[in-house]
């Protein structure tokens, strides 16, 4: 398949303006100041269907509808680059060797909807990408693509990085905009959503890096055309990240609804040393577990929804038969535990008690009864205040329904069945 | 970077104009804290109040729950070892154990002489190159067990 978002990360010197505008960058800006009105935009975007790609999938062209119809100022608009899902590293791809596709996207999005101000709130590991960006934007600003009238209009635009500093739940966009507000990272209770109280409680879009890197081709080539791509209920390109087991781990760009068996087996080489698939998380940390009889599920949201997992990032994480699902349900609860913010009491003590049941479990303590006080605790979780507590116990939930035999053999057998001691 | 320089720094930060709201201001500020001292430590939280016109413990809560901001002592140079799915698949629990066992540390803690700090740390978004290990802001990807004393000599351990 053509690449389209990842068209540029091989050439030299990617990351800087030159080499962007030399293959058409900037033009679809261009485009846009000069032809397009901000409707022209904005109905663009909803033809080609594109879905939001941090996780939730919400349709960007209505995102951008709702934010463009408010009529309160000044409009901020953010990029969520806090990519913190475990074992996802797509934006990271885009940020470090193509950031000026997404500041690109996001002068076009805060032409379409209004906005003023923007920032790049980015997570506080990726100290190489924030050099890179900040080197990009002023770029873009002696370009003349940031700042004031850029090329000539009315249209203004500033924008800045905004560093977070290692928690987890600022990925979800009310804590976000509380993280750059200057306080802790807890969500805000929904709605109102951020498109119409957000920053400082004006509207505020908050997009995806990976979402914004999709937006120049689309001005370029059209949302009709873009929409041709992948599943036609949800198209496009799409970024997997794949690591765990496999041969060959790294970002893969595929047509959306690839099947994951696909994906594992021919883009990321298959399993290290030939091993058995044990089985794989397709979206991120917070994802339901599939067997491996269950991996020709086409990789878009309504697939994997109708599977009874998600596609949420889109992090694919992949266990060979040597690998206790135990332990590493457990690894993936410890982390939910430590970046629970505990505003709610769902997720604050429903991720402390998977820990603690897990843990037993893994060292040979656990009684058969754990099983039915973890799908308990799970179903407690769902009431969490926000997605992270909903979603948090799903690897565990999932893992014990089906492997519920593994987790027998532990407490049967008083010890992990994997560990060689 | 002493304290008065550190003032310095917050009131130029809070004059360059990035942001519509003072407290916005707030995780920059506790970042060059971060960045130019030991540890995040009351005098430096009074003076980013002081400068920023918010309470004292708004700035604290905020220090406090960034993993990232050191409110105790760091070494001179933060070990992170990622831990999580990917990266324990491939042996970073291995990982962090050499180097907590050569330091004579346990994770979270720093040398008795303030060189180094080992955490055992979430997700870096460097699954790739799983198990990976970060040192300050450089990268090392698919370690294994006997590249860490390379590792720790590179930043200039004796050991």
């Known amino acids: 398949m053509e690449k389209i978002l990842l068209r540029n990360v091989e050439k030299e010197n990617s990351h800087k303006i030159e080499v962007y505008m030399k293959s058409g960058g900037y033009q679809s800006l261009r485009k846009v100041l000069k032809e397009m009105s901000p409707d022209d935009v904005i109905e663009e975007v909803k033809i080609s269907g594109l879905r939001g790609r941090g996780g939730a999938g919400f349709p960007t062209g209505m995102k951008w509808e709702f934010a463009s119809q408010d009529i309160k100022e000044p409009k901020f608009f953010v990029c969520n680059a806090d990519e913190g899902e475990p074992c996802t590293f797509k934006d990271r791809v885009i940020i470090e060797k193509d950031p000026h596709a997404m500041i690109e996207g996001m002068i076009i999005g805060a032409y379409a909807t209004g906005c003023r101000y923007g920032y790049i709130y980015l997570r506080g590991e990726y100290p190489i990408g924030k050099k890179i960006l900040e080197r990009a934007i002023a770029e873009a600003y002696e370009k003349g693509f940031l700042g004031e009238n850029i090329l000539g209009t009315d249209f203004s635009f500033d924008l800045h990085v905004h560093s977070g500093a290692g928690a987890y739940i600022c990925g979800e966009e009310t804590a976000l905009i509380e993280s750059l507000e200057g306080k802790r990272g807890e969500p805000r209770i929904k709605p109102p959503f951020p498109v119409n109280a957000g920053y400082l409680w004006k509207p505020t879009v908050v997009n995806n890096v990976e979402t914004l890197a999709n937006i120049p081709v689309i001005i370029e080539r059209g949302g009709k055309w873009y929409s041709q791509i992948g599943s036609p209920d949800c198209p496009g390109p799409k970024l997997f990240p794949v690591s765990g087991k496999v041969k060959r781990p790294g970002v893969y760009e595929l047509p959306m609804g690839t099947p994951l068996e696909e ?24 994802s339901s577990v599939l067997t491996p009889d269950e991996i020709s599920v086409p ?8 599977a009874g997992t998600m596609l949420g990032s889109g ?8 690998d206790c699902i135990v332990k590493a349900a457990l690894r993936l609860i410890e982390f939910f535990r430590h970046e629970s913010c505990g505003k709610c009491t769902p997720c604050r003590e429903g991720t402390d008690w998977l820990v603690r049941i897990l843990r037993r479990i893994e060292n040979g303590s656990g009684r058969e009864e754990d099983l039915e006080i973890i799908l308990s605790i799970s179903e407690t979780m769902e009431n969490s205040f926000c997605g992270l507590g909903m979603a948090a116990h799903n690897p565990v939930a999932s893992t014990v329904r089906k492997f519920r035999e593994e987790y027998l053999n532990h407490v049967k057998s008083g010890r992990c069945p994997f560990r060689s001691v | 970077m002493t304290l008065e320089e550190f003032r310095l720094e917050v009131k130029k930060l809070k004059n360059s104009g990035k942001y519509p709201s003072r407290k916005s201001y707030l ?34 809560e905020v220090a406090r729950f960034y993993a990232m901001f050191h409110t105790e002592r760091k070494g001179n140079f933060v070990i992170r070892v990622c831990t999580n799915l990917s990266c324990m698949l491939n042996g970073g629990e291995e990982i962090l154990k050499e180097f907590c066992r050569l330091l004579g540390i346990s994770p979270g803690e720093t040398t008795p002489d303030g060189m180094f700090t080992v955490e055992s740390y979430e997700c870096m978004g460097l699954c790739d190159g799983a198990p990976a290990v970060t040192v300050n802001e450089e990268r090392f990807s698919k370690v294994k067990v006997e590249d860490v004393p390379k590792i720790l000599k590179k930043f200039g351990w004796k050991g």
């Open chain 1, 315 to 322: 992090a694919i994480m992949v266990l060979d038969e040597t």
């Open chain 1, 299 to 306: 990789m878009d949201f309504p697939s994997l929804a109708k």
């Open chain 1, 263 to 286: 994906i594992i087996f021919e883009h990321a080489g298959g399993i290290v040393n030939d091993r058995k698939l044990k089985a794989v998380f397709p979206g991120g940390a917070s």
């Open chain 2, 27 to 60: 995780l920059p500020a506790l970042w060059i804290a971060e960045k130019n001292f030991p540890q995040i430590n009351s005098e430096m939280i009074k003076i980013i109040a002081e400068e920023l016109e918010i309470p004292l413990v708004e700035v604290e």
